[in-house]
Every structure is written in structure tokens, then in C-alpha cells.
């Protein structure tokens, strides 16, 4: 459904650099390298909002996306560009741009902050650092030594019953400082040849 706005989409953006799309919040994150600046989901094109474009996206009457992660209204810094954009596609560059460079100024800011607890890390919750903690891994340090497959399989150990592989992954991108979803298929079948 979001394919035809996706495709446009990266064509206007393909001088960026290395613009590729992956599966996000429902519907497609647009990435320049490893930063995510745009979305498409519903058919329409989002895009992310720093704290001066939110004030004009908001006067503008633009919607931010809202999605739901575990019953809860999340609402994101995306937000849908009017149809009537699309008939002027250097606005949409131009905003897109802008879109890159806060995508890329929160990200550095973000890698310069150090998580405290586990459970600041990218993928993990309280619950998470809690069921880390009974199988005896209580800080990020710890957490880094044992590494993604150490900390699972304590886990396998503390829980006594099977895990999903998406905790593996979420612990791998947990150490790594990235989002479970990017992880390699080269690296998750490292860590799966190393767990059987």
C-alpha cells in the first residue's frame, strides 16, 4: 500500500547518500547511512521534526504519527507532509534535509549520553534489567562482558524455560547501541550457529 509514496520518496532523497528504506512502526523508515530522517506509513510520507520544525509543522496543522506499542499511544517526531507538497518536490528536499540534520544532531547527543542501568539501553525495559538481575548480570559492564549470547543463555539458565530469539537480538543491538531490528543476518546467525 505505502510502495508507490515510498518509492517517490526515495527518489527525491537519493542524493542524500545511501538512501535505503527498512520496515518501521508499521510502515517504512527512510535512512541516509544509518540515520533515520523520514517514515512512510498510511500512504504518506513523514518527516522527523526537531524542536523548531515541530513549531512550523504544528502551526502548519501537520499530525505527527501516533502508533501503539503495547497497547500505549506513542507519538513519534514524524510528521505527514500535505498532499499538496508532492506538487512541489524541492519543499519537500528542503524539509527533508532539515529532517536528516536533526535525525543526525539527537543521534549524537543521544551516543554521547552513557545509559546508567540496563534498562537505559537501546531494546531493554525494567523487566528486562529485572530478569537480567536474577540471573545475575546487575550492570551494563557486566552486561558487556558476558555478551549477547552469555547474558541470554544466563538467562535460559535463571528462567528454566525457552526464550524468543528476538531477546537475543534485542540484547545483542542492547550492547552493540542499536535497535534490535538492524542486527546483520550475518551476526544473528553467528549468534544462532553459537547457541545450538
Given at each position: 500500500m505505502d510502495k508507490p509514496i515510498l518509492k517517490d520518496s526515495l527518489k527525491l532523497f537519493d542524493h542524500f547518500g545511501s538512501v535505503k528504506s527498512r520496515s518501521m512502526f508499521g510502515g517504512f523508515g527512510i535512512f541516509a547511512g544509518d540515520t533515520m530522517f523520514a517514515l512512510v506509513v498510511n500512504d504518506k510520507l513523514h518527516l522527523r521534526a526537531n524542536a523548531e520544525t515541530e513549531k512550523e509543522f504544528k502551526q502548519a496543522g501537520l499530525e505527527p504519527y501516533v502508533y501503539k506499542k503495547r497497547g500505549f499511544p506513542v507519538v513519534t517526531k514524524h510528521y505527514a507532509i500535505p498532499d499538496n507538497w508532492w506538487d512541489e518536490p524541492e519543499k519537500i528536499v528542503t524539509q527533508g534535509r532539515y529532517s536528516l540534520e536533526a535525525a543526525e544532531k539527537d543521534k549524537?547527543?543521544?551516543?554521547?549520553?552513557?545509559?546508567?542501568?540496563?534498562?537505559?539501553?537501546?531494546?531493554?525495559?525494567?523487566?528486562?534489567?529485572?530478569?537480567?538481575?536474577?540471573?545475575?548480570?546487575?550492570?551494563?559492564?557486566?552486561?558487556?562482558?558476558?555478551?549477547?549470547?552469555?547474558?541470554?543463555?544466563?538467562?535460559?539458565?535463571?528462567?528454566?524455560?525457552?526464550?524468543?530469539?528476538?531477546?537475543?537480538?534485542?540484547?545483542?543491538?542492547a550492547i552493540s547501541g542499536q535497535h534490535w531490528s538492524v542486527i546483520p543476518e550475518q551476526r544473528r546467525n553467528e549468534l544462532l550457529s553459537a547457541l545450538s
Open positions: 549524537q547527543e543521544k551516543e554521547s549520553c552513557v545509559p546508567d542501568r540496563i534498562k537505559d539501553l537501546p531494546n531493554l525495559r525494567l523487566s528486562n534489567e529485572r530478569m537480567l538481575k536474577k540471573a545475575g548480570i546487575e550492570t551494563i559492564e557486566q552486561l558487556q562482558a558476558a555478551g549477547a549470547l552469555g547474558a541470554y543463555q544466563a538467562l535460559q539458565k535463571a528462567q528454566n524455560s525457552p526464550l524468543s530469539l528476538e531477546l537475543l537480538w534485542a540484547l545483542e543491538g
